[in-house]
């Protein structure tokens, strides 16, 4: 019904109650532009005033009387009232609704100063908790701190007293010495009085005494020395009176004779053969201290291990090259060589006598080995380092050698391993002359072809032999680096052996995994990483192989464990072969060997000529 009074809507709608009309204040303060003095009429009026709190307009009225008129001749005067009335009660509701939000704020604003409480309560426990946390410290390090000054006052006060102790016990000890010296001074004094005093008293004595002594001197000498003349002459007697009646008795004199020859005849007997006897049983029951190894078995150790030895018996001849992988050519030499031995062997002929060189782990010890095993012969391994450390005992060890070597009757091959160790040149300036004497020995005893044995010398570098050794020999073999072929076939002989046998369960260790893989393809490319490498050094390769499955948490061979294997064993080869310098590659050539692969090293380099013939050196490989 606002609008029957003359009330804005917008005043309605924002519920802003209009401010009351003010009271003019009566007799002010006016000052200059300010209002004048008294109330102000109504209006701005000058004549009289009227206040706007008691003023009262009846445009308002009128209008609500004549808004009622037309209601009432209005139709809907009924539904505008009722309209009025709901929009009465709504917003009395309205009001309501004010009222209990305004009431629920009252209450939000009660719990949340309660909450604003107890938060300050207990920001004020921790903080008094921390005060008392700080104060308790404090008060554990002032006691700490009385007791560490405690301590230290105690310590004070026991070096205080210790030091006087130390002092107390030194002036007594400083007085304890004096007084001993004190004391050795004057016991020393008394000493040399009293022995001054026995020395003038027995000088004294002697020399009233002289007459007597000199007396008593003369007596006992002259008494000695008859003494003497009597056992002479009773010795003399008896020995001449025996003598005498030896001579005169002839039957005596004969049989002293016969009986002293008899003696000695006797010992140089005993001696001869109790030399022969040793040499003998030297020989047969034991083996030369030269002797690495060999296939003859002493007495002694067949009876120390007789299964082993009755095994090693019953073992049939083999072929020469069962397990050993070399070019084909040099494969149908050395067959050729093993099948002359075998038959030299049985037909009794001379032996003759080889040269096997090349690099190491080519496959030289091993085939002498099997050639000896293939020939049903003995063999017997000796090297060369050995000899020189014996210096004169050298000969000797030589002799008893080739003595025990024509002992066999099966027949012996003689493996001398390094053989340029101490058959070097006799005009080098390094050999000794001890060394000299043994080679010397070692020629005699080795000038003629024998059927008892057959020597077979392996070097890495043959030229430094002496001449009179390259005479000796019938036939020269050089055992070159494995090619691309050979490395194929060593890698597959070695992956069978270390990796594969024990995948299967053949091996006594704990059986391997084997990752799926190609074998063939992985066999070539190892055969292709290993370039230069000996048949010794893939076989340790092989190992391992073996080593890093066994080394892996589920003994599983891989692929990737294989190949960085080949690439570290690839690194440390070129590494030993830039170890050796140019004067080792000139004067031992222990790596210039022929190998595929590798061109002719030009004539300008430093190398010997043999060395340039032959291949390759570790110069090669550093600059590989």
Known sequence: MSWLFGLDKNQQGGGVIPDAPQVPVLGGDGGEGGPPEGPQPVGGQE??????????????LERAAKAAKDLEKSKFAKEALSLSQKQEETKQQEQMVKIKEYEVSIEQMKIEGKRVDGEQRRKMMEMEAEQNRKKAQFQDQLARQRYEDQLVQ?????????????????????????????????????????????????????RENQDLTLEQIRLKAKEHRNTVMEG??????????????????????????????LLAVGYFTAKRATGVTASYVSARLGKPSLVRDTSRTPLFEVAKHPIKTVKKKMEAPQNALTGIVLAPALESRLRDVALATKNTKLNRGMYRNLLFHGPPGTGKT???????????????????????????????????????????????????????????????????????????????????????????????????L????????????????????????????????????????????????????????????????????????????????????????????????????????????????????????RENRQVAYRMPGFAQPSTTTSVSQTVAELGFTARDFRDK
């Not at 007293?161 to 020393?188: G, I, P």
């Not at 009646?245 to 009986?259: E, Y």
């Not at 293939?374 to 005992?393: K, L």
């Open 47 to 60: 004549e009289g005033y009227r206040s706007e709190a008691y003023s009262f307009d009846s445009s308002a």
């Open 154 to 206: 105690n310590q004070r006060s026991q070096e205080e007293v210790l030091r006087k102790q130390e002092e107390s016990v030194a002036k007594q000890e400083a007085m304890r010495k004096s007084t001993l010296e004190h004391e050795m001074e004057m016991r020393a004094k008394a000493d040399t009085k009293r022995i001054e005093a026995e020395m003038l008293a027995r000088a004294k004595v002697e």
């Open 232 to 261: 002479i002459t009773t010795a003399g007697s008896v020995m001449g009176a025996g003598l005498q009646a030896f001579l005169n008795d002839w039957d005596k004199v004969v049989a002293a004779a016969a009986g002293a020859s």
């Open 366 to 464: 091993m085939f002498a080995k099997k050639l000896a095993m293939h020939s049903n012969m003995d063999y017997a391994v000796m090297t060369g380092g050995d000899v020189a450390p014996m210096g004169r005992d050298g000969v000797t060890a030589v002799h008893k050698l080739f003595d025990w070597a024509t002992t066999s009757n099966k027949g012996l091959i003689l493996f001398v391993d390094e053989a340029d160790a101490f058959l070097r040149k006799r005009s080098s300036e390094t050999i000794s002359e001890d060394m000299r004497s043994t080679l010397n020995a070692f020629l005699y005893r080795t000038g003629d072809q024998s059927d008892k044995f057959m020597m077979v010398l392996a070097s890495n570098t043959p030229e430094q």
């Open 466 to 585: 002496d001449w009179a050794i390259n005479d000796r020999l019938d036939e020269v073999v050089e055992f070159a680096l494995p090619g691309l072929e050979e490395r194929e076939r060593l890698v597959r002989l070695y992956f069978d052996k270390y990796v594969l046998q024990p995948a299967l369960g053949e091996g006594k260790g704990r059986k391997l995994k084997i990752e799926e893989m190609d074998y063939g393809v992985l066999c070539t490319e190892v055969a292709l990483a290993a370039d230069g490498m000996s048949g010794r050094e893939i076989a340790k390769l092989g190992v391992a192989w073996q080593a890093g499955g066994y080394a892996s948490e589920e003994g599983v061979v891989t692929r990737d464990m294989i190949m960085e294997k080949v690439r570290d064993s690839q690194q440390q080869h070129k590494q030993k072969m830039s170890w050796l310098s140019d004067e080792e590659n």
